[in-house]
Every structure is written in C-alpha cells, then in structure tokens.
C-alpha cells in the first residue's frame, strides 16, 4: 500500500539550532515529491518538488533532498517565523491514476 | 506564485442549512480544481476532483449528493455542503492546478474555510 510517513510529528527548536525533518515513503512510480507549509488556519504553501534520488532544491533557510526511500527538509540556523507544519505529499501512479499522498506533517516551534 | 483565494474564511451556521464556499484562481486559468478536508492533526483528505465543465469525481466515501461541486468557469469553483450537519464541521481546503496534464503536485491552495455547524 503506498504510504507517506513524515517524522518527527513535532519538533521544537531554539532559533539558529539546525536540524531536519523526514519523509519516507513507500509507493509504486513515484513521479514527485512535494514539501509545503501550512500556517495554523491557513491553506498549504508550495515550497519544493523533487523527482528524483540526488536532486536537491534550496530557498532561503530551507534545503529539500531526495533518495529512493525518503526526503529531509534541512532548516540551516531557523528563525522563529519558521514555525509552522511542513507538509510532504508524493504523486504516485500515472495517467488517470495519478494521486497525490499526503503525510501529516511536522509542526516545527521555533523559539526566539 | 499562483494565488487562490476562497471565501468565506470561516462560516457558522445552523444545522439543516446549506452552506457554500467559493474558491476563484485570481491570475490565471484552472482547468482543475481540488478539495479538501482537514481535520485536527490529520492529513489533508481529497474529497472530490472537479473539471472545468464536468462534473466532479469524488472520492470515496464522499456523499457527492451532500457535497455538491461545480466548476463553471476557469476561475471559479463551488463548494455546496448540503443539509449541515455537525459532523461537517471542518476546514474546508480548495486547491488548483494551472495547466491540464502538469503535475499535480504543484498546486496552489486558497486560504482554507472553516465550517461550523451548531
């Protein structure tokens, strides 16, 4: 069964700590690993896709990586407006069987 | 990036009533939107795929004649929760994709509704 597991399910951090956060997953023709952040009351914001093992993609404090099992989101020396839930989601399958599997995320705290 | 904006951010209404929600792509065309339900420390939950002049495919376990969906317009999509109930009550998330056989990773999402039924 295709499955999305993201750990850990929370994570508090003191500003500047870095650390990671992981994805794994397990699904037949993967076409796409997805990060996004999710503000409390707030919809999903895209941050990265990934599409295959070795690529890697950075924005600001954010560094997305991907192997055939999993992905971390590296947060380099994090400020508290990086507190949030990162959400991962992976497309599996194709054509009219293509679907999105979402993990339930990681709530980072970010203390000043 | 794309914006998505929905409407109304939060509703409360009395159950039996019918409440809609609205979910427009404000700067470009989307040949597809989705929605979604979230609960409390839960995953994101697709309950329907609606196509720009089609009707919408559910998925299962989504009552289609509860959660009513149309897609009249590139830019505009509706959610109807019929006949409310408090069990309905949640977030109420749209998202939508730009270009018809892209990724569906890549969506763009509205800010979310919150729906509270007494």
């Known amino acids: 069964e295709d499955q999305v597991t993201q750990s850990p399910e929370a994570l508090r951090l003191q500003e500047g700590e870095s650390s990671s956060l992981n994805c794994s997953y397990t699904?037949?023709?993967?076409?796409?690993l997805f990060w996004y952040r999710q503000d409390p009351g707030k919809g999903p914001e895209f941050l990265f896709t990934?599409?295959?093992?070795?690529e890697e993609k950075e924005k600001e404090r954010l560094k997305a990586t991907l192997t055939k099992k999993e992905s971390f989101l590296h947060i380099t020396a994090p400020k508290p407006e990086d507190s949030a839930t990162y959400l991962c989601?992976?497309?599996?399958?194709?054509?009219?069987?293509?679907?999105?599997?979402w993990g339930l995320g990681t709530s980072l705290a970010v203390n000043p | 990036g794309a914006v998505v904006s929905q409407h109304p951010s939060r509703v409360i209404c009395k159950s039996g009533t019918s409440v809609k929600i609205e979910c427009r792509s404000l700067?470009?065309?989307?040949?597809?939107m989705f929605w979604y339900r979230q609960f409390p420390k839960k995953s994101l939950m697709l309950m329907a795929t609606?196509?720009?002049?089609?009707?919408?495919?559910?998925e299962q376990g989504v009552e289609k004649d509860k959660f009513l969906i149309n897609h009249a317009s590139l830019t505009l999509s509706t959610l109807t929760v019929t006949s409310a109930h408090p069990e309905d009550s949640s977030f109420y998330i749209c998202s939508a994709r730009a270009t018809s056989g892209a990724n569906t990773g890549e969506l763009f999402f509205g800010e979310g509704s919150r729906l509270t039924v007494l």
């Open positions: 609606s196509n720009e002049g089609s009707k919408a495919t559910y």
């Open positions: 989601a992976v497309q599996a399958g194709a054509g009219n069987n293509r679907k999105l599997i």
């Open positions: 699904v037949s023709g993967l076409r796409g």
């Open positions: 700067d470009f065309q989307a040949t597809t």
């Open positions: 990934l599409y295959s093992a070795g």
